[in-house]
């Protein structure tokens, strides 16, 4: 068969460090990361032809009778492990296109979502980048290798070894990071017992959708190796902080950024005035996509630094928009809400479509919020105009349920098979019958 300069050059490099087997990696509508594996001797023709696999099998992407897809690997991703598997082989990975037995884009896998987005970008003369920083805690694990419900240390923000017990593994995870290509900016334990943050560069909303789809499987990888557990439930102990994933986001036509302008006030432009907008006006549907799960609720609650209210600041850190100092060119705002549970390709896909919205429609956003909105009272709140993000995984369904640019923005597809999943994970939930109902009320009632 025929490969291309590109195809011959990854083969040879896979040949030269001992690759034997390759991962063909692709997502689900709910951010699962999946994985099909070939040997090395396979690789050409995957490459050439792609792979059919089953997507009956997987979340939310097809029925029985038109399962047939194929997994193309897109060639700008494929890296190799610093790690080997038992028998010394190395062991390499493409990140995968999921198309339809015709050849088309599949609409139902979410990296397709938001390429399409990026297209609209592209029709706009836009370039967004993103810099996510995404937060996750360790745990200790038993005998058999299960997570046990304690954490590695009781250290604190930016607190060192002795008291951060998990630097090690976190150095661990920054070491093979780099060995992939990611550009680290900073590692540090947070504000939780067991917490920890690794922040890398900004890159394209594709770029940086797959390095986080990447950073999360190598954190559990390398925790792995360090006999503990890397989660990242959004809110694993009650009282303390949770984990976010705030998103960095700036737009560039060509090589400027055009969020910035300098005789603006907060040096904000009116292109980045418009897109903060459309997020604010949109905000409560997307947290249904950014706070996917039902533990996602458990840290939008007031007190622990994640926001609650649909408010912009360019000095508040209790703002689900925040304006982080910096201007010129790294000009950027900051969407506060997501957690890592959030799928990268679709949160990025919901955040791009709602500001764009935003410079299309020329919506203008309410005034700053400089104090803490739910320290404020009703009245007041409600004379600012300040709504409230859900409070639970239902009031967030109901949003998007309502919100059709939202829907477009994951695509029929997805957002059928979302809705499904979702409604019926908070259908389990809402019919168990908790310890604490019983803690609180079997004894008095």
Not at 49 to 59: E, K, R, T, V
Not at 143 to 159: A, C, H, R, S, V
Not at 252 to 278: C, H, M, W
Not at 335 to 341: I, N
Request: proline content about 5%; hydrophobic content about 40%; some cysteine.
């Amino acid at each position: 068969m025929v490969l291309n300069q590109l195809q011959r050059n990854i083969v040879e490099q896979a040949q030269q460090k001992d690759v034997h087997l390759i991962q063909l990696q692709f997502t689900d509508i709910l951010g699962t990361l999946k994985n099909v594996s070939i040997t090395l001797d396979y690789l050409p023709e995957v490459l050439a032809h792609g792979i059919m696999f089953d997507g009956s099998s997987i979340q939310g992407f097809t029925r029985v009778h038109e399962s047939d897809m194929y997994l193309h690997p897109d060639l700008n991703t494929f890296t190799i492990f610093p790690w080997k598997t038992e028998d010394g082989d190395g062991i390499g990975r493409f990140i995968c296109d999921v198309h339809t037995a015709d050849g088309k884009p599949f609409m139902g896998s979410p990296r397709n979502i938001l390429k399409r987005t990026i297209a609209e970008c592209a029709d706009m003369g836009l370039t967004i980048f993103a810099g996510p920083e995404p937060e996750f805690f360790l745990f200790e694990t038993d005998e058999k290798g299960n997570p046990i419900n304690i954490t590695q240390d009781k250290g604190g923000y930016f607190d060192l070894s002795p008291v951060d017990k998990g630097e090690n593994a976190r150095n661990s995870i920054v070491k093979a990071l780099e060995q992939m290509g990611f550009q680290i900016e900073a590692s540090h334990h947070e504000v939780a017992p067991g917490q920890h943050e690794i922040d890398f560069r900004f890159a394209e909303a594709l770029t940086a959708a797959d390095n986080l789809t990447t950073f999360k499987f190598v954190t559990k990888a390398v925790a792995k190796q360090h006999k503990l557990h890397a989660t990242f439930i959004p809110k694993p102990i009650q009282g303390e902080n949770g984990s976010g994933l705030h998103m960095h986001l700036s737009a560039f036509k060509n090589t400027i950024n055009v969020f910035y302008d300098e005789n603006q006030p907060n040096d904000l432009s009116q292109t980045a005035r418009f897109f903060i907008a459309g997020l604010l006006k949109h905000a409560r549907a997307i947290t249904a996509i950014t706070n996917p799960t039902i533990n996602s609720y458990k840290r939008l609650v007031p007190g622990y630094e994640a926001p609650i209210d649909v408010t912009w600041s360019a000095s508040n850190r209790s703002s689900l928009i925040r304006i982080p100092s910096v201007r010129g060119q790294a000009t950027r705002l900051e969407y506060r809400s997501p957690d890592p549970t959030a799928n990268p390709y679709l949160t990025l896909a919901v955040l791009m479509k709602a500001g764009l919205t935003g410079i299309e429609h020329k919506i203008e956003p309410n005034p700053q919020i400089k104090e803490i909105a739910y320290e404020l009272s009703s009245l007041h709140r409600q004379k600012l105009g300040i709504q409230q993000l859900p409070d639970s995984l239902k009031e967030a369904l109901d949003a998007l349920a309502g919100d059709s640019v939202i829907q477009d923005a994951i695509g029929d597809h997805i957002y059928e098979n979302f809705m499904k999943a979702k409604l019926i994970e908070w259908g389990i939930y809402r019919n168990q019958v908790h310890k604490w109902e019983l803690d609180q009320y079997l004894t008095y009632l």
